[in-house]
């Protein structure tokens, strides 16, 4: 069955079918997905099969796995790769409103890059979904590229070459939650990345910042502040932006280089929702003294 790939939005955006992901996806269509990635950002596939194996081996044909923090918590997943984007401790029952690990991770229903806070942030997310709420828990997408193409030229210059800081703690900040531990704190600490990019496999300019990003290096605090609230405004506008209602089995790829994303509210405490997630690096971003 030959792939098909229909634009679902005016700026990004494709749904995918004719492609089983659970088989041993071919050479020639990684690279036909990877230019669809490249010219889409998000693409969305329907009625998928994939256990925990199928979804972290889906990943390595597209690049090397960036594991989840996985801080205190028991794994409920069959390997530690995979994010668990899910309201279910490890014995599969709904966390308490005061769980840690619950209230870390409403931090996801802001406009996010993922990983944006490693100096190895992530490329390519992949996330299927096992089980869905009746209502809510949509996640929705922003087209990076598209907003930085609609800003006025002096407003291009201006920012071209601008560093941003991004940090965890920082966007786990913005929603009071603080109760991070010093060790925990240490283990990820500030780190730096151009606050506009050439997406690598498009060559086009894109912005790049999201809730981890706190302020601009160089600049005033409350000034960096103000751009990046406005900048995150201007790129969050329903033009640039499209919605996805889950259904079960849909599996959903994004490149965090180009597009933000975030979690809708559901009813948490009554509805399981069971997401699953294996990210890839992006390596076109390891500073010097890593690599
Ligand atoms: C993620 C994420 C949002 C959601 O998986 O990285 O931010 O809708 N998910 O669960
Ligand atoms: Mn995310």
Request: aromatic residues 6%; charged residues 30%; hydrophobic residues 40%.
């Amino acid at each position: 069955m030959a792939i098909e790939v229909r634009q679902v939005h005016p700026q990004f955006v494709a749904k995918v079918t004719g492609v089983e992901l659970s088989t041993t996806l071919t050479a020639e269509t990684v690279a036909a997905l990877n230019d669809a990635i490249n010219r889409y950002a998000v693409l969305i596939f329907p009625d998928q099969r994939l256990d925990d194996d199928r979804l972290l081996a889906l990943g390595r044909l597209f690049g090397d796995v960036e594991p989840p923090r996985n801080h205190r918590v028991e794994l409920r997943l069959k390997h530690a790769e995979l994010a668990d984007i899910s309201n279910l401790d490890s014995r599969n029952q709904l966390r308490a409103r005061d769980d840690h690990r619950r209230l870390d991770s409403l931090g996801n229903r802001l406009w996010h890059s993922d990983a944006s806070f490693r100096e190895v942030p992530g490329a390519l997310s992949m996330l299927f979904a096992h089980v869905v709420p009746p209502v809510g828990g949509e996640t929705e997408f922003a087209d990076l590229r598209a907003a930085y193409d609609a800003l006025p030229a002096d407003m291009q210059a201006r920012i071209d070459d601008l560093v941003a800081e991004h940090s965890i703690f920082y966007s786990r900040g913005q929603l009071g939650h603080t109760e991070y531990t010093e060790a925990e704190r240490a283990a990820l600490p500030s780190v730096f990345h151009p606050l506009v990019r050439i997406h690598p496999g498009s060559k086009r300019k894109t912005l790049y910042m999201g809730a981890h990003a706190s302020h601009i290096v160089g600049w005033r605090m409350p000034e960096g502040r103000l751009l990046l609230r406005d900048l995150m405004e201007h790129a969050t506008q329903r033009e640039f932006v499209h919605r996805h209602e889950w259904r079960v089995g849909d599996l959903v790829i994004w490149d965090n280089r180009c597009t933000l994303h975030r979690g809708r509210p559901y009813d948490d405490a009554t509805h399981p929702r069971d997401l699953r997630r294996v990210t890839t690096k992006d390596y076109a971003r390891v500073p010097e003294h890593v690599a």
